[in-house]
């Protein structure tokens, strides 16, 4: 849904492209806009520019773009209004409302998409800053609303972006470098709202306030060839989006039942780090509250936790060269209503103190294929989309009725036999022994496979405490295992 939205918004882009060039006339301006759609293998035209009076006027402002093998086209945004000011700046006028219709075709399947920008007391400024320019830009607010088309795979679905009390302020030529960038940027409140049509019909709404955003990077220099994917483009760019709250409301109708989920947060962060090996991303919550009913379950659930976060890092590209790769989950001090825990435990056999899951995992791999812009080869692998090369755990803890899990270490996978790792990993696990005579009590495990239980433990593992026990797992040259010191291959 993102890729078709994506040309769509280009005409919001017109107005926060940077410029690097010391001449500020509304021609250059307009030039290096194009030059720099250019630079990533896209065509930015107008069907009409008229230049009087230090005023550049463009009509039909078109953007074309091919994209990993995603042709986009884009039309229907102007006029735009260039004015050149007396004290050497200049003035951006757009309409108040942009209608446009973006066509996009992948694999020989063209979606055409329609939707409307709207823009309520717009204010832009482009001046001269040393080597660069700043682009100043305040709205009283701003909407994006566009429809995704019924696919195979896809219900009829409307989307819509509005933003309210926004303040930018974009400089390019950071540095020492003309392809450099810095955007910051606050919002009172931004709300997102999807709905989707047909038999499982959905309606969500995200809404966040206090907005703050802070990103900087660098375009790169030369210019990709059209077809070009994210591996190629050069592009790096990395910051965060803050908030001081949330709200989510998710309402579905469907052949099992109504759903409903209604959640809070009091704060929470987006972090986005691009490199030329890695795409990251980071999505963290604080002070969540979680109340959802679904279908053919007797009680509503409620939840809420401290800190939510889910990150990932993903290899970008394809070659010899070890990518690095990462996972970052954290569900920290998640409490459970006690009318849930009473379904499946209403003795209280268990403790129901605070649930936290950590993991915390990085590594290396060498990509046979580009995930982000080899489709073809995507599709046909037959297996992983490349070798791994080495893993560290950085900490993985899992702390659930009174028990808590722990590991840590680091293993490579040699060539040519990736399936024999070297390295170590250590294991310990405390309240074990409880927790499992609890779910025997319960009836959720058998008494016999408690007794297995203990005794593969018992295997791997030495006591160093009361109902504590510790394991080293050491992996070595030519397939050996052992834990503790003791062979276990």
Do not use: C, K
């Given at each position: 849904m993102s890729r078709?939205?994506?040309?769509?918004?280009?005409?919001?882009?017109?107005?926060?492209a940077p410029a690097a060039w010391a001449d500020l006339s509304a021609e250059a301006v307009w030039a290096d806009w194009q030059a720099l759609y250019e630079r990533f293998g896209g065509q930015l035209t107008a069907t009409s520019e008229s230049y009087e009076g230090g005023v550049l006027t463009l009509e039909g402002v078109q953007l074309g773009s091919d994209l990993a093998g995603a042709e986009m086209t884009s039309s229907g945004v102007g006029p735009i209004r260039l004015i050149e000011q007396s004290d050497g700046s200049l003035t951006v006028e757009i309409p108040e409302r942009i209608p446009f219709e973006t066509t996009t075709t992948v694999d020989d399947e063209t979606i055409t998409q329609s939707g409307e920008m709207t823009f309520t007391g717009t204010d832009l400024v482009i001046r001269e800053a040393g080597a660069g320019r700043t682009y100043d830009m305040t709205a009283d607010a701003f909407a994006y609303v566009f429809d995704v088309p019924e696919t195979e795979n896809q219900e009829e679905t409307a989307v819509s972006m509005t933003m309210r009390d926004i303040a930018s302020t974009y400089t390019s030529g950071q540095g020492g470098s003309a392809t450099s960038f810095v955007q910051d940027l606050t919002a009172s409140a931004m709300a997102v709202i999807v709905g989707v049509e047909g038999e499982d019909a959905m309606d969500v709404t995200y809404e966040m306030t206090g907005i703050t955003s802070s990103f900087a990077g660098d375009y790169g220099e030369g210019t990709v060839e059209p077809g070009a994917s994210l591996s190629d483009l050069g592009l790096t760019y990395g910051g965060a989006i803050k908030h001081t709250g949330s709200t989510l409301s998710v309402a579905g109708t469907g052949s099992s039942g109504p759903l409903q989920i209604d959640g809070t947060s009091e704060a929470g962060s987006i972090d986005i780090d691009l490199t030329t090996e890695k795409l990251g991303y980071t999505v963290a919550s604080t002070g969540g509250q979680l109340t959802a009913q679904v279908p053919q379950f007797p009680l509503p659930i409620a939840i809420s936790m401290d800190e939510l976060r889910s990150g990932f890092a993903m290899p970008i590209g394809a070659g010899p060269e070890e990518r690095p790769f990462g996972l970052d989950i954290a569900m920290m001090n998640?409490?459970?209503?006690?009318?849930?825990?009473?379904l499946f435990d209403p003795t209280g056999q268990l403790p129901r103190e605070p649930a936290t899951l950590i993991v915390d995992v990085d590594g290396s791999a060498v990509m046979t294929a580009d995930i982000f812009g080899d489709p073809e080869a995507m599709a046909a692998l037959g297996g992983p989309p490349g070798e791994l090369k080495s893993a560290t755990i950085d900490e993985i803890r899992l702390t659930v009725?009174?028990?808590?899990?722990?590991?840590?270490?680091?293993?490579?996978?040699?060539?040519?036999?990736?399936?024999?790792?070297?390295?170590t990993v250590n294991l310990a696990l405390d309240g074990g022994n409880a927790l499992l005579d609890a779910l025997v009590a319960l009836g959720f495990v058998p008494a016999q496979n408690a007794g297995f239980i203990r005794g593969m433990a018992g295997a791997v593992a030495r006591p160093v405490g009361d109902d504590q026990l510790e394991s080293t797992i050491e992996f070595t040259p030519g397939g050996g295992i052992s834990a503790n010191g003791m062979p276990l291959r």
């Open positions: 078709h939205a994506a040309a769509g918004a280009a005409a919001l882009l017109l107005t926060t998640l409490v459970v209503d006690d009318a849930l825990w009473s009725a009174g028990a808590e899990l722990r590991a840590d270490g680091a293993v490579t996978f040699p060539t040519p036999d990736p399936s024999q790792p070297v390295g």
